[in-house]
């Protein structure tokens, strides 16, 4: 079992609706987690982290944590076109440094 | 800020040879990830520095591979020698220490070993 896993999708979304991502992690030690989005060809970028449990919220984007479940998510609102990407979930142990990677989940947004 | 700087962008070598990939990390950030991508993996951790120290090289797959961080402001990762299950998207990182930091990736070598 990898210790953040992801659906490998494809996730296919229209345009203007909300896409639902969502992250398990086996580690009950892992405290902070991040979502990363990556354009094909090109390297990860940090979307939002989030280390408390609930609903953060950026602009279109909402992350929830749930650490009783030990699952993470992320909504897009009004997925546009350029939403279409992979993303990827990673954790991290409070104590570390070190980011373990899901396998990440790819999305389409439909025109 | 140039961002976290890597070279090559691409390399082609053949099978045997040595290839070194170079990172640059970002000013000031004191913790150093090279990470490999793969359709069928993922983006696995090879390696990370603290301070220009190793701290965990679990990741490297074997002793072809090497990785050193003389210091702060370059590292480099090794393959010798090479085989094509190597080829893949190596990105380096770098983040400062800190709850919440971000993690910071250069633009990656894609390296092709035929």
């Known amino acids: 079992q990898k210790e953040v896993e992801q659906n490998s999708g494809p996730l296919s979304v229209p345009e203007g609706a909300i896409a639902s991502l969502n992250c398990t992690y086996s580690?009950?030690?892992?405290?902070?987690f991040f979502w990363y989005r990556q354009y094909s060809g090109k390297s990860p970028e940090l979307i939002m982290f989030?280390?408390?449990?609930g609903d953060k919220e950026d602009g279109r984007f909402t992350a929830q944590l749930n650490k009783a479940s030990q699952y993470v998510s992320l909504l897009i609102r009004d997925s546009q076109p350029s939403d279409s990407a992979t993303y990827l979930c990673?954790?991290?142990?409070?104590?570390?440094?070190?980011?373990?990677f899901g396998g990440g989940t790819r999305v389409l947004v439909k025109p | 800020d140039a961002g976290v700087i890597q070279s090559p962008r691409h390399e082609v070598t053949e099978m045997g040879q040595e290839v070194t990939l170079r990172c640059k990390p970002i000013?000031?950030?004191?913790?150093l990830f090279w990470y490999r991508q793969t359709m069928m993996r993922g983006l696995e951790l090879l390696i990370y520095?603290?301070?220009?120290?190793?701290?965990?090289d679990s990741g490297m797959p074997e002793d072809r591979f090497s990785a050193k961080m003389p210091n702060a402001s370059f590292s480099t990762l090794k393959i010798q020698p090479s085989e094509p299950r190597d080829s893949a998207v190596y990105f380096c990182?770098?983040?400062?220490?800190?709850?919440?930091?971000?993690?910071?990736f250069g633009s990656g070598t894609q390296l092709s070993v035929l």
């Open positions: 000013s000031g950030h004191n913790s």
């Open positions: 990182a770098s983040r400062p220490t800190g709850k919440g930091k971000k993690l910071f």
């Open positions: 989030i280390y408390s449990n």
């Open positions: 990673a954790g991290i142990k409070a104590a570390g440094n070190k980011l373990t």
């Open positions: 520095f603290n301070n220009n120290v190793p701290i965990d």
């Open positions: 580690d009950r030690g892992s405290q902070s």
